[in-house]
């Protein structure tokens, strides 16, 4: 347990080499261990209710596709700084700019965008359910790039499937 802490928390045993004023500022603000997990779990279930409620909104006539677009785009966005709790702002940035996950990235936050817009100032429901579908893609993509070798499973599960 010892050891996940320290990699959780970028100690993970490399040696820094002064690092900059970032890296000083992200060390001087680190929480205490179960402070990370009691924010992680705050915001991911935070996220995840609001995805659940969102969805069940949907279906309301006249203002059901603002409001899903709204809370599902929040709850992505909580979810997403869920993880920022466990390792930290910086280092959070630092991993999704990394090259293996730089585009499912920008696809997510350009839809978490554009799913707004489509909802309020283009009003338009079509896109607005697009972008939203392409947000938990591109999610769903990001995540699979934390587990070792699940991009290329799926990759070959749908090959296989077409």
């Given at each position: 347990?010892?050891?996940l802490?320290?990699v959780?928390?970028?100690q993970?045993?490399?040696?820094s080499?002064?690092?900059g004023?970032l890296?000083?500022a992200n060390q001087a603000?680190s929480?205490a261990?179960?402070t990370?997990m009691k924010?992680?779990?705050?915001c991911f279930?935070?996220?995840a209710?609001?995805?659940?409620?969102a969805t069940?909104?949907?279906w309301?006539?006249g203002?059901?596709?603002?409001v899903?677009a709204?809370?599902?785009?929040?709850?992505?966005i909580?979810?997403l700084?869920s993880?920022?709790?466990?390792?930290?702002p910086?280092r959070?940035?630092?991993?999704?700019?990394?090259?293996v996950r730089?585009?499912?990235?920008t696809v997510?936050l350009?839809?978490?965008v554009?799913?707004?817009c489509?909802a309020?100032?283009?009003?338009?429901?079509?896109?607005a359910?697009?972008?939203c579908?392409?947000?938990?893609?591109?999610?769903?993509?990001?995540?699979l790039?934390?587990?070792?070798?699940?991009?290329?499973a799926?990759?070959?599960?749908f090959?296989l499937?077409?």
């Open positions: 347990m010892d050891k802490k320290q959780l928390s970028g993970d045993g490399g040696s080499d002064g690092g004023i890296e000083t603000s929480l261990w179960g990370r924010g992680f779990l705050i279930i935070l996220g209710l609001c995805s659940i409620l069940c909104l949907l309301l006539p203002f059901g596709l603002p899903f709204v809370l599902y785009t929040f709850g992505n909580c979810a700084a993880t920022m709790f466990l390792i930290g910086l959070q940035l630092k991993n999704m700019c990394a090259k730089a585009l499912a990235t997510m350009v839809c978490l554009l799913t707004l489509a309020f100032w283009w009003k338009n429901n079509g896109l359910l697009l972008f579908v392409l947000q938990f893609l591109a999610f769903t993509w990001y995540g790039s934390y587990i070792p070798f699940a991009r290329d799926v990759l070959k599960l090959s499937c077409i």
